[in-house]
């Protein structure tokens, strides 16, 4: 299948509070977040014309910013009603949108203290993260040899873009090797998650998944721990050393992209797709879709 570059599409995007032609959504390239990744993004994804938690996208999507020292010059409301706005002028029921918000050309070097605050929302139809098959029979994982950063070393609690590089360097490492994907450890080398993804893993019955310190405590992971109480699943929050995973049962990714998918291996690991993470990604694609 050829590949259809991003920048050469038809559609409309949303830039710097007005609708305007997919080709014609442009930036410098002396932008600062070109050169130094001030820049902050969110993942949402609209089911049956509706996008799944919009207001908690965009409330983290302002918080990201005030960590990485800048505002966005509008509301929450206002870039709300614009994601909304994306949907509705591509005609997009089921779709994924990536609204970011970055630091412009007025400035360059480390410093950018005068710069402008930009804000773009594009959105497309983008199918599930992993095929169907895969996710039936549980996506394979490398482990990762890039770690998630110290909360005193980078900005972890910000979806941040600068954030995503080792995330690119280690899902490339695990593709040339056959793999899906990478589990990336932290740095006390606890687990800590995929590169686009937190990771659950079930033993007897129960829920663990590690303590998001150091990395995004994901609004589908907040999710899919809601989902787990409902159906009064144990959900233990706590360090997770790698070696334990030879006595997990079951494990699952979950994020906006990947949405809930089963893992069926990690390094040499195997884990079996089970009723727990059946029941999850079923009752998760209930809730999205409103049923």
């Known amino acids: 299948m050829a590949l259809i570059p991003f920048d050469d599409r038809d559609g409309t995007i949303w830039l710097n509070g007005k609708l305007v032609p997919w080709r014609d959504a442009n930036i410098h390239v002396l932008s600062h977040a070109l050169h130094y990744a001030s820049a902050v993004f969110e993942g949402q994804r609209a089911y049956n014309d509706t996008i799944f938690k919009l207001a908690e996208h965009t409330e983290r999507l302002f918080n990201s910013a005030r960590i990485m020292d800048f505002e966005i010059p509008y509301t929450e409301e206002i870039i709300n009603q614009a994601c909304n706005d994306v949907k509705d002028a591509n005609g997009l029921v089921d779709g994924y949108f990536r609204p970011i918000a970055w630091r412009g050309p007025e400035m360059m070097g480390v410093s950018a203290q005068e710069t402008k605050v930009h804000v773009a929302i594009a959105g497309w139809e983008w199918p599930s993260y992993f095929s169907p098959e895969l996710r039936e029979k549980g996506i394979r994982l490398d482990m990762a040899e890039w770690r998630r950063p110290a909360p005193d070393s980078a900005p972890t609690t910000s ?24 589990m990336m450890l932290d740095y006390r080398g606890q687990i800590a998650e995929a590169t686009g993804a937190n990771v659950f893993f079930v033993k007897d019955g129960q829920l663990h998944t590690p303590t998001p310190d150091c990395f995004l405590d994901g609004i589908t992971r907040r999710t899919a721990i809601g989902l787990a109480k409902k159906r009064n699943i144990d959900v233990i929050e706590r360090a997770i050393m790698p070696e334990e995973m030879a006595d997990f049962e079951q494990c699952f990714l979950t994020g906006t992209a990947a949405e809930v998918t089963a893992v069926g291996e990690i390094g040499p690991y195997k884990f079996e797709v089970g009723d727990i993470t059946r029941t999850l990604r079923d009752d998760y694609e209930k809730l999205v879709r409103g049923e």
């Open 159 to 182: 979806k941040a873009a600068g954030l995503y590089m080792i995330c690119t360097l280690s899902k490339h490492a695990a593709e040339r090797k056959g793999y899906e994907d990478a």
